[in-house]
């Protein structure tokens, strides 16, 4: 049903209906899929990149300058580029990794190099926010590097480690929608040919409340473990 033809409400409705449900269904399955495997990535390659940015600074556990500076830029240059770019810039590579160009596959690898460096640079500045003086006091009493880092710093910085990894998950599913253009499928794919190009515009409303529903219920997961720890520490 199009805007052009019937009105809002009757559209609104029809966003509802068996038929459209049918039609959006996989594609939820196919975002779900994409969301869940590019956010495992964003998680692992995200940290261990923040983590390198913070013992690697000038005030770090292993100061190092030279990697600090190159690993800073490599992930400015990526965090400078629009998505869309990133996407188009990705596709050989994705070729390359993936067989293929299109798909759920080949859009994975867009969104990890998309939002690893986002969520690389919410780590760096989640780390810093600790309090120079335990790990002053941990270094006192004997303790390395790594047991200071995985006992103290991300301990402590955990509640807001996981708002940071919320906000790196809301973005995937952002860019899942956008990733749809480029024939990633999902979501997206529904939005763009079905709602956009050939004006089924209760398609689009479906797929509107599904990306509104995904973004809310990851949002209030997010905010509810990291209320959770700091209820333990007392602290809210």
């Not at 594609?27 to 923040?50: C, D, K, N, P, Q």
């Not at 990894?165 to 024939?183: D, E, P, R, Y």
């Not at 997961?221 to 959770?228: E, P, R």
Request: charged residues 10%.
């Amino acid at each position: 049903m199009s805007l052009y033809k019937y009105s809002f409400w009757d559209v609104l409705m029809h966003s509802f209906s068996a038929e459209v449900w049918a039609q959006v269904l996989p594609a939820i399955s196919e975002t779900m899929y994409m969301v869940g495997v590019s956010s495992v990535f964003v998680l692992v390659f995200g940290i261990i990149l923040g983590l390198v940015l913070v013992m690697t600074s000038k005030e770090g556990l292993v100061p190092c300058n030279i990697v600090h500076t190159i690993l800073g830029a490599v992930i400015n240059c990526f965090r400078s580029l629009p998505q869309v770019i990133i996407i188009i810039v990705m596709l050989p590579v994705a070729r390359a990794l993936v067989g293929k160009s299109y798909g759920s596959n080949a859009c994975i690898i867009s969104l990890v190099a998309s939002c690893v460096p986002l969520f690389a640079r919410l780590v760096e500045s989640s780390l810093l926010e600790i309090d120079k003086g335990k790990i002053e006091a941990a270094k006192a009493m004997g303790s390395g590097n790594m047991r200071i880092l995985f006992t103290i710093m991300v301990p402590e910085t955990l509640p807001s480690l996981i708002r940071a990894f919320t906000n790196a998950v809301v973005i995937v599913i952002s860019m899942t929608a956008l990733a749809g253009s480029f024939g990633a499928g999902g979501i997206g794919y529904i939005a763009v040919t079905y709602g956009y190009t050939r004006f089924q515009h209760d398609l689009l409303f479906a797929t509107i409340i599904v990306l509104i529903v995904i973004v809310q219920a990851v949002q209030i997961v997010g905010d509810t473990f990291s209320k959770i720890i700091l209820k333990k520490r007392h602290l809210i």
